[in-house]
């Protein structure tokens, strides 16, 4: 399984928290999708599975036309949802965030959440749902999986026992990166570079 974040998108840029469903790609984030197909050219994959928001959907359909398979969206990729602070871009609220994901992700502590959006609890069984279930359709092939940085990092924390070695790592827009599942148990075989990271450490809805 390949995994990647979406490319950049519209609510990166402005700064906005939450799944906010409706943001598109940027210009930029368009040629990000382009190249990130460029890079799985060649790796067997054989379908693209994305989240439902509209930047995991372009980034999937442009991967897509590239390597010439079929794109299915899964409800369960989505980013994670923020209750009534969904599109806020004041600094309480990200700091707020980032202080979620850090009790989510480096401390297994996953009773908090922003406002009244979703705990970690909800997000990590939908994103191990979505995760186990491709895995298990594709035994033995490969797949690339669009999701979005915080409900993809929460997920493959709890999966692959990550913690404390991807936080401060945010994973960068388009950047495909290896998770293997051998029926038993999960491995995250690389964690993209930081420095190719956009936006702030721990902000969801990037």
């Known amino acids: ?106 401390d297994a502590d996953l009773g908090e959440a922003v406002a009244d959006g979703e705990d970690g609890h909800a997000v990590t069984a939908r994103i191990v749902t ?11 092939g490969t797949v690339a999986v669009v999701g979005h940085v915080a409900s993809l990092t929460t997920g493959l924390s709890a999966l692959c026992g990550l913690g404390r070695q991807v936080w401060g790592a945010p994973l960068p827009h388009a950047v495909p990166f290896a998770v293997e599942y051998d029926g038993r148990s999960w491995q995250c075989l690389s964690w993209p570079s930081p420095a190719a990271a956009h936006g702030v450490t721990g902000a969801a809805g990037s």
């Open 1 to 106: 399984m390949l995994c990647l974040r979406h490319a950049e998108s519209e609510n990166v840029t402005a700064g906005a928290a939450g799944a906010l469903p409706s943001a598109r790609l940027t210009a930029k984030g368009r040629l990000q999708a382009a190249g990130a197909a460029r890079l799985l050219i060649g790796e067997g994959v054989t379908r693209i599975y994305a989240g439902t928001a509209v930047r995991a959907r372009q980034t999937a359909d442009i991967m897509a036309r590239t390597l010439g398979v079929e794109v299915v969206a899964l409800r369960d990729l989505a980013e994670v949802h923020v209750g009534r602070a969904e599109g806020a871009v004041d600094p309480a609220t990200r700091a707020r965030t980032a202080a979620v994901l850090r009790s989510w992700i480096v």
């Open 130 to 140: 979505a995760l186990t279930s491709i895995a298990a359709g594709h035994a033995g």
